[in-house]
């Protein structure tokens, strides 16, 4: 592991490190996808580090997801468990869709710690400069979306998915004004309880004890089922 840490580790994310390590089972394995990921699991965290670019800001990425847990923030893990307990909401939600979610929800509570911690905002993402979402992408959602009074589960799971991508894409450069409008405007009332479950999460402060995430999930879930009442989605 220490063969790792030399080229991980420096003066930016060292402390973070050493605090997260003191208190956690934290293995470091070679990954066998282009990308750090990490794994979570009962006590143990094995955190997958890319051995031909071990880049010590992807390492902080990876670190500030297991700070937001230690922390008491799993988002995914309760959102999940919601969805789980919703019939047709667990059919609704691709498990891939859930983990997005997640993943988007943690991203926009990391990014202003890793900006704090020396880190350039471009280096958050290693998508920095891509699109998020495409015009390309809106029609195809659109031409599948509804027929015949029965919805696309795929087109709704991409309208989903693409809406939290955008929300939580940090390069400021990246505009999605016709986009969001399009989507509006394909369908009104859920996109309407996305941007409300949004705004709400931007309105949490984890760090703050009292607050807490419950309530936000739990109207975004009451929204969700309001909005899948009567239909048919195949």
């Not at 282009?34 to 997958?48: A, E, G, R, S, W």
């Not at 893990?77 to 891939?96: G, M, P, V």
């Not at 998020?132 to 989903?160: C, H, P, T, W």
Request: charge should be negative.
């Amino acid at each position: 592991m220490n063969k790792y840490l030399n080229s991980l580790l420096d003066e930016r994310n060292s402390e973070l490190w050493n605090h997260l390590n003191s208190s956690h089972k934290i293995t470091l394995e070679p990954s066998f996808e282009p990308n750090f990921k990490t794994n979570f699991k009962d006590d143990k965290i094995t955190i997958y580090v890319v051995e031909d670019s071990l880049s010590p800001a992807d390492f902080t990425h990876e670190l500030l997801h297991i700070k937001l847990k230690s922390n008491g923030l799993d988002v995914g893990r309760d959102l999940n468990k919601k969805i789980e307990e919703n019939e047709k909401l667990f059919y609704l939600f691709s498990t891939d869709l859930k983990n997005h979610i997640s993943n988007c929800l943690e991203h926009i509570k990391m990014l202003p710690i890793f900006i704090d911690l020396g880190f350039k905002n471009s280096e958050f993402l290693s998508d920095y400069k891509s699109k998020k979402m495409s015009l390309g992408q809106m029609e195809e959602i659109s031409i599948k979306y509804r027929k015949n009074g029965i919805y696309d589960r795929e087109a709704v799971d991409s309208f989903i998915g693409l809406f939290f991508a955008m929300k939580a894409d940090n390069n400021r450069m990246n505009k999605y004004d016709i986009l969001y409008r399009k989507l509006s405007k394909l369908d009104k009332k859920l996109y309407k309880s996305l941007v409300d479950f949004w705004e709400d999460w931007l309105s949490f402060n984890y760090s703050d004890k009292e607050d807490n995430y419950d309530d936000i999930l739990n109207y975004f879930i009451e929204d969700l089922n309001d909005w899948n009442e009567n239909k048919t989605v195949i």
